[in-house]
């Protein structure tokens, strides 16, 4: 902990303070107040805590009496001083705030500094509110300027270089470091020797200049065992050890901390062994006693009512402010969420629209793939059929025939295969007549050359037959991606394999080609992949590819089996 009153300069400040005071004052009651508070001074530092309490006392009652701000602000301090001794910090806070309210009456610079510094120990080392005892430790440090007392501007420096480190606000505390760090070997004392090298030590680790921060640490140990600072010590212990686990060095740091530890437990049965001395302490020994216990009592109530209200008050307002944070993100979320599910219903919405449009797109373009390919079969094919047999009828019965006739026929015959190959193209007669097996074989034979080579494969019978429908849609899939192997992939070999597998047919397509980003939207649909999975959507399919480029590509797919119902009439009536 930070330097407290060092008693023996305290005697020697105060004694020179009441003996300027009161050197020409020949009233014996002013001169009986005084002797008999620098005995109460004289007692607290021998460690005769309850004989100081009880002459300070005294002093207070003639003080008051006199109506001698100085003295009474004075005969305060040394109570709070022996409370502060005790470490009971709340009667020696208590005090303390008396004792300043009086030296604010008077002109006084020394007595408001020391009260003011007495303050801000309370306030950063014990009550931990470092705001308020920064801002007496300010005061002090104006009030020992004003009076150019070296010794104590130093000693204030010194308090609020610790006050600020130990609140982690290095760049606010350095100012004033930097300040004891050039006058103290003047102005300062061994009893702050410690203290010092710890704080820069403290400075060079956040600085993170290690070899330093090291020599500082082991230089504040040293003159704290040379020395009777304990408390400086210890702490000197505590800081090294964050050093050293900061740094990574875990067991010298463990080391520390038990020896701050064991300096702390010495401090402690110290303090123990100092109230044990003066637990039969009887303070009640005259009329002005108990008034000041009786104001002691009333402040601490007003006190304790103002903070139990300010802690309601406090716990009402979190739980309020709890509720009020946890309505906005229970709103926040559900608007979130509901916009995202809205959002998720329009694409879903959108999706299906736009499925809807290329399976109503798809399976009209099928309906016209039929009936054009009747319409060229039936009609178109037969009429020109028709002609070249009466055109052949023609040339049987005239022997004779002009080259003409003879153009005539070859044209009406090159039209009849282009027609009925058109048909074809439009609607394989081998899927109408033997069934989407063997129309499939016919077409990887088809699709083959010297360049790609497709391979075909099936464990269903080549007689099976399914519904004209799902035949015609299977096969056009399949027609697609094959066509998409052969522009693209670069393949040399294709394999198409076909099973029934539950209800299902699947069919596994592999081609040993550059292979695509699957991620690409812009090659799904180049592809035609997209239109691909909407048609066996509307089959109520589903579809798996796997690409790997410069590897191949590998397409899975699993349809539902519509099964013929009854016998399917042929797409060409005429077969």
């Known amino acids: 902990m930070p330097h407290k009153l060092i008693h023996a300069r305290l005697i020697i400040i105060l004694f020179l303070v009441l003996s300027n005071a009161y050197a020409n004052e ?9 002797l008999m508070s620098q005995e109460a001074i004289l007692l607290m530092q021998k460690g005769n805590y309850e004989q100081s309490l009880i002459q300070s006392r005294r002093a207070l009652t003639m003080a008051i009496h006199l109506k001698d ?28 705030n008396k004792g300043l309210i009086y030296a604010d009456k008077t002109n006084d610079d020394e007595l408001k500094n020391w009260l003011n510094n007495n303050l801000g120990n309370i306030y950063c080392f014990d009550k931990k509110q470092y705001e308020k005892g920064i801002y007496h430790y300010k005061r002090s440090l104006q009030y020992s300027t004003n009076i150019k007392d070296s010794a104590q501007i130093v000693f204030t420096n010194l308090n609020l270089t610790w006050a ?3 609140i982690g606000q290095y760049k606010q505390g350095v100012e004033y470091l930097n300040y004891v760090n050039k006058h103290h070997d003047k102005h300062g004392t061994t009893s702050t020797v410690v203290a010092l090298n710890m ?49 990574n060095n875990y067991k010298e740091a463990y080391t520390h901390l038990l020896i701050y530890n064991a300096i702390n437990e010495e401090l402690e049965d110290e303090e123990k062994h100092s109230k044990a001395n003066v637990a039969g302490i009887n303070l009640q020994i005259d009329e002005y006693k108990r008034e000041i216990d009786k104001i002691e009592i009333e402040y601490k109530t007003k006190e304790q009512s103002h903070l139990q209200q300010q802690s309601k008050n406090k716990k009402i307002l979190v739980v309020l402010i709890a509720l009020l944070i946890m309505l906005f993100f229970l709103f926040y979320f559900y608007a979130q969420n509901a916009k995202l599910k809205h959002n998720n219903k329009l694409k879903d919405i959108q999706s299906k629209i736009q499925e809807n449009i290329i399976n109503a797109t798809i399976n009209g373009q099928e309906v016209e793939r039929k009936k054009i390919a009747a319409f060229l079969h ?14 052949f009828a023609h040339i049987k019965q005239n022997e004779t025939s002009s080259q003409e006739i003879i153009k005539t026929k070859s044209i009406l015959a090159q039209a009849h295969d282009q027609v009925r190959d058109l048909s074809h193209e439009l609607m394989p007669s081998l899927l109408a007549q033997f069934g989407l097996f063997e129309a499939l074989d016919d077409l990887c034979e088809k699709n083959s050359n010297s360049i790609l080579q497709f391979k075909y494969s099936s464990t269903v019978d080549k007689t099976t037959r399914y519904e004209e429908d799902y035949e015609m849609k299977i096969y056009f899939i399949i027609m697609e991606l094959l066509n998409n192997i052969t522009k693209h992939s670069e393949a040399e ?31 799904l649909e180049g592809f035609g992949l997209n239109q691909i999975k909407a048609r066996l959507n509307n089959l109520k399919g589903g579809i798996v590819i796997n690409s790997k480029i410069n590897v191949g590509t590998t397409i899975k797919m699993t349809i539902p089996i519509v099964y013929l119902k009854k016998l399917a009439t042929p797409v060409f009536q005429s077969q």
């Open 69 to 96: 701000n100085k003295l009474i602000a004075n005969c305060y301090n040394t109570i709070a001083a022996n409370f502060d001794q005790l470490s009971e910090y709340d009667k020696a806070f208590f005090y303390y």
């Open 493 to 523: 070999h294709a394999k198409i394999s076909l099973q029934e597998r539950n209800g299902s047919l699947k069919i596994v397509i592999i081609d040993s080609g550059k292979g695509f980003d699957t991620k690409e939207f812009k090659v």
């Open 26 to 34: 020949d009233k014996t009651s002013k001169k009986e107040a005084f």
């Open 378 to 391: 039936d009609n178109i094919s037969a009429l020109l059929s028709s002609a070249g047999m009466h055109l």
């Open 199 to 247: 704080l820069n030590g403290m400075y060079q680790s956040y600085q993170n200049n290690i070899d330093k921060a090291q020599s500082y640490f082991n230089n504040a140990i040293l003159l704290g065992n040379e020395g009777n600072e304990k408390s400086d010590l210890s702490y000197s212990h505590l800081e090294f050890s964050k050093f050293l686990f900061k740094n």
């Open 164 to 166: 600020y480190f130990d």
